[in-house]
């Protein structure tokens, strides 16, 4: 369990710290701000095959393939996204928000026992992504398509790991 804290705690600091990076760049669409891009669902990748890892026995692990498969696949898109326009890149960053959003709502529920700090915050998480998705889509093509609702995304994003790990650390200490 306390490796699970620690996996939550440092993904959710990771992402808070690529949205202030991303925060800097995302006027156009250079080499570092598509690098940033390409980076940001490999970071959900790596997270959730450390989780996959380290959790041999817990319920939902196909699910976790399957959104390591989508997020590296999601960082190959968004590589090329970014070398077309921002409306693409704001399609293939919501797509890839929706369907990770939904994995992460179904691993949540199957971890939604009182032992495993009953997820809340990673079912928010997993709602809000698939909202945010949707937005992005909804952005893309409007007049003024623009990166940073991605920024907001990954605060977001990351503050609720964080939040997560605090519980489940509350949870550990509880007698």
Not at 74 to 83: D, P
């Amino acid at each position: 369990m306390s490796s699970l804290l620690l996996l939550y705690v440092i993904r959710g600091l990771i992402a808070i710290l690529w949205a202030v990076g991303f925060a800097t760049v995302l006027d156009s669409l250079a080499v570092g701000t598509i690098i940033l891009l390409v980076v940001y669902p490999l970071i959900d990748a790596v997270a959730v095959f450390i989780d996959f890892r380290d959790r041999s026995g817990m319920p939902g692990r196909a699910l976790q393939l399957f959104n390591i498969a989508v997020s590296t696949l999601a960082a190959v898109a968004l590589a090329i996204a970014g070398n077309i326009d921002v409306p693409s890149v704001l399609l293939v960053f919501g797509g890839w928000a929706i369907v990770s959003g939904v994995a992460q709502l179904v691993a949540a529920l199957h971890r939604h026992r009182p032992e495993m700090g009953r997820q809340w915050s990673l079912l928010l998480a997993g709602a809000l992504s698939v909202l945010a998705g949707g937005g992005f889509g909804v952005t893309a093509i409007g007049d003024d398509p623009r990166l940073d609702a991605i920024v907001m995304y990954a605060l977001a994003g990351g503050a609720f790991f964080v939040i997560q790990a605090g519980l489940l650390y509350w949870r550990l200490r509880k007698p």
